[in-house]
């Protein structure tokens, strides 16, 4: 079974500050995983995606994540924050069928 | 990427009328569609699968009777929230996905904001 766990759910930097947001996952296959941004009233937007290639994603806006299937993790960075980046993030597992969305992480930039 | 559209975005109704969300995939041919629902500070809730040219799979606790999900075509699916009650008030997002060989990731429409007076 495919399950999602992002750790946090609200997350506070200030501008210009690294920003982590943390992501597990379990799944009995070699899944596919996703960060998803959403802004106020507004649908989600694909930051970036691991599908078996490269460890290190880089996606748009700065942010990269890193699969590491030892530890189960997907975390996304961003070397330093901007206002822009308040939003809600969602990570997502897919076993190639079903895509399975974490709880979500509040991330609140204080200038 | 590929363009998802979602119409309206935005719904107020009466309560006891029905509502209708059209999803479409704009440039690229959804194999599957997918229906969430959103409340306020929450997670996306799946509602529902849908495959063109088949029924949709309901989620458990979804009222099937009440969210008729109809996917005519690789790039047109609808959801109509019948007899409209306030809490089904909520943000309807869809999704379009292609399948593992186009694209293999979910692309998201902007989503409906259904009011319910």
């Known amino acids: 079974a495919q399950s999602v766990t992002q750790l946090d759910s609200h997350v506070s930097v200030s501008e210009g500050t690294p920003v982590l947001l943390r992501c597990n996952y379990s799944s009995s296959y070699s899944p596919s995983l996703f960060w998803y941004v959403q802004h106020p009233n507004k649908g989600l937007q694909l930051l970036l995606k691991y599908t078996s290639a490269a460890t290190l994603v880089k996606g748009i806006n700065g942010f990269e994540a890193e699969f590491k299937k030892s530890e189960t993790s997907f975390h996304l960075t961003k070397p330093s924050a901007h206002m822009s980046d308040a939003a809600e993030y969602f990570c997502?597992?897919?076993?190639?069928?079903?895509?399975?969305f974490g709880t979500g992480t509040s991330l609140t930039v204080i200038p | 990427g590929a363009v998802v559209s979602q119409h309206p975005s935005r719904v107020i109704c009466k309560s006891g009328t029905s509502v209708k969300i059209e999803c479409r995939s704009l440039?690229?041919?959804?194999?599957?569609m997918f229906w969430y629902r959103q409340f306020p500070k929450k997670s996306l809730m799946l509602m529902a699968t849908s495959n063109e040219g088949s029924k949709a799979t309901y989620e458990q606790g979804v009222e099937k009777d009440k969210f008729l999900i109809n996917h005519a075509s690789l790039t047109l699916s609808t959801l109509t929230v019948t007899s409209a009650h306030p809490e089904d008030s909520s943000f309807y997002i869809c999704s379009a996905w292609g399948g593992v060989q186009a694209y293999n990731e979910q692309f998201f429409g902007p989503g409906t904001r259904l009011t319910v007076l």
């Open positions: 440039d690229f041919q959804a194999t599957t």
């Open positions: 997502v597992v897919s076993d190639g069928n079903q895509f399975y």
